[in-house]
C-alpha cells in the first residue's frame, strides 16, 4: 500500500440497493417514521467546489460582493470549512463536478469557461489541487464524494471524441493514482440533455460507464453511473451499464411522481438490486409529503439542489457562493435532515 492509501479512512461500497461506507451500512439500523433509511445516501449537489471561469468576458459577474473579484482558493476553501456542518447534520455525500454547473442555476447559453480539461483532455493542476482538498476533507469526515466528470454546455471545451475519452481516463488515473476509495464517478450530468459531443449522450454513454468500471487498482475500482434531467427514468442501456441509478427531481411537483420514477427504474428488465439516488431536486417543501419524504418511503436517496433565490450569494449553484447555511432555504433543508438522521430530531435507532 502506498502512503496515500495508508492515510485514506472512508471507502464506499454497495451491498445490494444499500451504501456501506467501511463495510457498513449508511445510519446504520436507524429508521424514520418507520422507513428504514439504513443505507440511503443523503446528499447536497455542490458542483461549484472547484469553479474557476477563465473567459475574461464572463469572469467579473462572479465577483465576490465585498473584494470585487472572484477567487477559486477562497471558494474552495470556505466550501471546505462548511463540510462538517453538513456532516454533523447527517449529509453523507457531495456531489462536484470537472466541469462544474450552470453558474447561473439553470442558463440558455454557457458563454464562460468553466473545466478541468485542456482541449486535448488533459488536466489542469490547480482544478485538481481542488479537487484533492476536497476529496481530503471529505475522507477524514466520513463522507462520499460523487464526482461528475463532465457537464453540458462545457463539454465543448474538448477537442473531439477522443479527448472526452482522454479526459475520463486521465481523470480516473488520477483518482486511481491517489488511493481514494470515498468517489463514487458520475460520468456525466444529465446526458440527455444536447451534449456537442455524441458519445456523452444516452446512446453511447454506457461504454463510458464501463470504461470506468473496466479501470480497476489492487482489487478496487470506483462504482459509476450517470443522471438524466429532471423527471427522466435512464434507459435500460444505461442501468445495464451502471453501479447506481441517478436520477433527478427537477421539475417534479408532485411527490407521487418521485415514488413512480423509483418504481419505474426497479420495473427496467435491466435492473439488479442497486442503489437508486435522486442526486438533484430545486423542491424545498420540508412537510408532511414532500420529494425527500418520498424517496425515503421508496427506499431511494435524495439529494438538495439550490440554485438560488435571485440573489448570486444565496444558493449553492451560484457563485461566489455561500457555503454556510445562510438561508432559510438551507436552514429548512438541513434542519428537515436532521429530522430524518438523528436520535435527538426525531430519527430513531431501531432494535437489532
Not at 477559486?72 to 457531495?94: I, K, Y
Request: overall charge negative.
Amino acid at each position: 500500500m502506498s502512503e496515500f492509501g495508508e492515510n485514506r479512512s472512508t471507502r464506499v461500497g454497495i451491498d445490494g440497493e444499500a451504501f456501506t461506507i467501511n463495510g457498513r451500512p449508511t445510519y446504520e439500523g436507524r429508521s424514520w417514521d418507520g422507513h428504514s433509511i439504513a443505507g440511503l445516501l443523503f446528499n447536497a449537489r455542490t458542483v461549484q467546489a472547484l469553479f474557476d471561469d477563465e473567459n475574461l468576458e464572463t469572469r467579473d459577474r462572479w465577483a465576490y460582493p465585498d473584494t470585487g473579484t472572484y477567487d477559486p482558493d477562497r471558494n474552495v476553501a470556505e466550501f471546505l470549512a462548511a463540510m462538517p456542518e453538513w456532516n454533523d447534520h447527517g449529509l453523507r455525500a457531495v456531489t462536484v463536478n470537472l466541469q462544474c454547473g450552470s453558474p447561473e442555476g439553470y442558463s440558455d447559453e454557457q458563454p464562460w469557461t468553466v473545466s478541468t480539461y485542456h482541449p486535448d483532455g488533459s488536466l489542469k493542476p490547480a482544478w485538481m489541487d481542488r479537487l484533492r482538498r476536497v476529496l481530503d476533507r471529505a475522507d477524514a469526515l466520513g463522507m462520499v464524494v460523487i464526482v461528475g466528470l463532465f457537464y453540458f454546455g462545457q463539454d465543448e471545451v474538448l477537442e473531439d471524441e477522443d479527448a472526452v475519452v482522454a479526459a475520463l481516463d486521465n481523470a480516473v488515473e488520477w483518482l486511481l493514482d491517489r488511493e481514494y476509495t470515498n468517489v463514487i464517478v458520475e460520468v456525466n450530468n444529465e446526458c440527455d440533455i444536447e451534449y456537442d459531443h455524441g458519445i456523452l449522450g444516452p446512446e453511447h454513454v454506457p461504454e463510458l460507464i464501463e470504461r470506468v468500471r473496466r479501470r480497476e487498482r489492487d482489487g478496487f475500482r470506483y462504482p459509476a453511473g450517470t443522471s438524466f434531467s429532471g423527471g427522466a427514468v435512464p434507459t435500460d442501456d444505461v442501468i445495464a451499464a451502471s453501479d447506481v441509478v441517478l436520477v433527478h427531481g427537477n421539475g417534479v411537483d408532485d411527490p407521487d411522481r418521485i415514488r413512480e420514477m423509483v418504481a419505474e427504474v426497479r420495473d427496467r428488465p435491466s435492473y439488479e438490486p442497486m442503489p437508486i439516488v435522486f442526486n438533484e431536486d430545486d423542491h424545498f417543501r420540508f412537510g408532511s409529503d414532500c420529494n425527500v419524504r418520498a424517496a425515503v418511503e421508496s427506499g431511494a436517496s435524495w439529494g438538495y439542489f439550490d440554485p438560488g433565490e435571485n440573489d448570486y450569494w444565496h444558493g449553492y449553484q451560484s457563485p461566489p457562493v455561500r457555503w454556510d447555511a445562510n438561508t432559510a432555504r438551507k436552514k429548512a433543508f438541513f434542519g428537515y435532515l436532521d429530522g430524518i438522521t438523528s436520535e435527538q430530531c426525531g430519527g430513531r435507532i431501531v432494535s437489532e
